[in-house]
């Protein structure tokens, strides 16, 4: 007796690469972001302040891939980077201006010195926050734009050359 296939396994007989999938982790506690587990991350490197922990040169092909590949990563623990100390410092000035507050301050002497910190908090921080907005899309930009050129070298490798197999897609 013969078996039909379920129209989804049936397609995916038909795709030509293996199905990929990154993870998103649970929040950091300190950035509240979270973060991304690529399933196709390059090595971490040993320091973590090394721009490139491997030559280029070392890798045999088009590096492109692999420099896109850092490039996310590295965007990623920038952004990390970024928001936890900015959260940080933000949480010890709130606590710093609770902590001047006398006991017996009623919720309203509360909440007025938390909105007069807010607001000086964001005067404060608004050119830090624009340099980093400035640096963020920078980064991102150039990420995106080098995924997306090599996405469509591959797209077009595989239209020009239908049956040539690719083991690295």
């Not at 965007?75 to 017996?104: G, I, M």
């Amino acid at each position: 007796m013969l078996r039909l296939q379920s129209p989804r396994l049936l397609f995916r007989s038909f795709h030509t690469s293996p199905a990929r999938c990154h993870l998103v982790g649970p929040s950091d506690p300190v950035s509240n972001l979270r973060p991304i587990i690529y399933d196709d991350a390059p090595p971490v490197p040993a320091e973590l302040d090394a721009r490139h922990p491997y030559s280029l040169t070392e890798f045999t092909g088009d590096t492109r891939e692999y420099q896109w590949k850092m490039q996310r990563q590295e965007l990623d623990a920038y952004n990390h980077a970024f928001w936890s100390d900015h959260n940080s410092r933000f949480e010890a000035a709130k606590s710093a201006v609770l902590e001047s507050l006398p006991q017996t301050a009623s919720v309203e002497d509360r909440e007025f010195a938390l909105s007069h910190f807010y607001k000086s908090w964001v005067a404060q921080e608004q050119v830090h926050h624009r340099e980093y907005g400035a640096q963020w899309r920078r980064r991102n930009w150039t990420s995106i734009l080098l995924g997306a050129r090599l996405h469509y070298e591959k797209f077009m490798s595989r239209i020009s050359h239908p049956f040539t197999p690719n083991n690295n897609s």
